[in-house]
């Protein structure tokens, strides 16, 4: 099993930036590919960005790529998720998930950290 931490949310103004991390517990979090979800009130949870787990391949939503960037510190358990040119439909509580295999499907993630609040004002 590994349980998930996130952090790092909080408000920014339209095109600032934010760096979220999520620090996992456990000897074996580098055994996992890991993924960032967001979800915004009313909406269901979307895939935003996931990393294999050697941090080799990475994969992105259209609605984020080329501002945001996944990244992982296997050394330090950590993955993060920094976020530039921020929009205010970016406004949502973020998740941090892990899986054995690297994919967008929500579904497909065993376990989840309890999520962070990122605002976006426009």
């Known amino acids: 099993q590994v349980q998930l931490v996130e952090s790092g949310g909080g408000l920014v103004q339209a095109g600032g930036s934010l760096r979220l991390s999520c620090a996992a517990s456990?000897?074996?979090?580098?055994?996992?590919?890991m993924g960032w979800f967001r979800q915004a009130p009313g909406k269901e949870r979307e895939f935003v960005a996931g990393i294999s787990q050697g941090g080799g391949n990475t994969v992105y939503a259209d609605s984020v790529k080329g501002r945001f960037t996944i990244s992982r510190d296997n050394a330090k358990n950590t993955v993060y998720l920094q976020m530039n040119s921020l929009k205010p439909e970016d406004t949502a509580v973020y998740y941090c998930?892990?899986?054995?295999?690297?994919?967008?499907?929500?579904?497909?993630?065993?376990?989840w950290g309890q999520g962070t609040q990122v605002t976006v004002s426009s």
């Open positions: 456990g000897r074996t979090f580098s055994s996992y590919a």
């Open positions: 998930a892990a899986d054995s295999m690297l994919t967008t499907r929500v579904r497909s993630y065993d376990y």
